[in-house]
């Protein structure tokens, strides 16, 4: 039964997700906001609501760790299944031109993280300082983007009218799909034995890209690879900073060192593999090196943590 649930919540998810990234890129239009600012920023960080979403409910339901593993799974699952699976399945091009504030961006954050689980936790203060540090990279992401043409066509605009009905049922559907996957996944964590960051890690990461999953396929078949990429490692900086943070603020995170490590040097080879060769092209031995990548994180993740 709470396999049902799970499934259940994995695909409230992704419909949630699709229509609030959606809505909010129509919001955006409506209310003349630069293109530019939508797609660096608006139209990545809507990706990574369902994430959002997650991590308050676990925090406030006392299982903060949840909110840990499925933020530092979800990059796992952005690199490796997501963009490793869109490579596999069409030609995708990333210029540096295109990912040179993002990606060491995504490096960077990482490296921040690692310094911060030291102390054996994640606290509040450590939550204020990775808000800075966030506050300080989307200042960044503002400023360079209006310098830059976005691709944000790529999700399509239904017109002006409908995004308060997107926003509004993307929003409904997220939270309903988040009290089901914490739910689930604790109880299905209970029932196996494995502790809440594993089952974030693992059940969880999965479902909450989905809209990461959806944008990077449809923005490669469309052309525009590199708006995929750059949702993909703007999602990834949100989680590590804005997610994991918001679940601190909530209630501190005791950490598991050799397993978050794990999954800290896990996401940094991964996000070296995006770096793309001089024409610019990802090629199929990167998306099965990238999906080898998420295989090998979850393996090791799963027997460090048992």
Request: charged share 15%; proline share 3%; hydrophobic share 55%.
């Amino acid at each position: 039964m709470y396999i049902f649930w799970l499934i259940i919540g994995v695909a409230l998810a992704a419909v949630g997700g699709d229509r609030f990234v959606r809505g909010v890129v129509e919001m955006s239009a409506a209310l003349r906001i630069p293109p530019g600012i939508i797609g660096a920023t608006i139209a990545a960080f809507a990706t990574s609501s369902p994430e959002m979403v997650v991590a308050v409910l676990a925090a406030t339901d006392g299982a903060p760790e949840l909110a840990l593993g499925d933020a530092l799974g979800s990059n796992m699952a952005n690199l490796g299944l997501v963009l490793g699976v869109t490579v596999l399945l069409a030609k995708v091009k990333a210029r540096w031109a295109d990912i040179r504030r993002d990606l060491p961006a995504a490096l960077f954050t990482l490296g921040l993280l690692a310094l911060l689980v030291i102390d054996g936790d994640i606290n509040r203060v450590d939550a204020v300082v990775m808000f800075a540090v966030f506050a300080s990279w989307l200042t960044w992401v503002t400023v360079d983007a209006r310098r830059e043409a976005s691709a944000v066509e790529v999700l399509e605009d239904e017109g002006p009218r409908h995004f308060i009905r997107d926003v509004v049922t993307g929003i409904v559907a997220l939270v309903a799909a988040g009290r089901l996957i914490v739910s689930a996944a604790e109880s299905i964590g209970d029932t196996l034995g494995w502790d809440k960051f594993i089952v974030g890690t693992v059940f969880v990461a999965i479902g909450t890209s989905t809209p990461e999953f959806t944008t990077a396929i449809v923005s490669a078949r469309r052309g525009h690879a590199e708006v995929g990429v750059g949702a993909v490692l703007g999602s990834n900086v949100f989680n590590t900073l804005f997610i994991v943070g918001i679940g601190a603020i909530i209630q501190p995170i005791d950490v598991s060192q050799p397993s978050t490590y794990v999954a800290i040097a896990c996401g940094a080879v991964a996000t070296v593999l995006v770096i793309p060769r001089r024409s610019g092209d990802l090629v199929f031995a990167r998306g099965l090196l990238l999906l080898f990548a998420y295989v090998a994180y979850v393996t090791v993740v799963i027997t460090t943590r048992a």
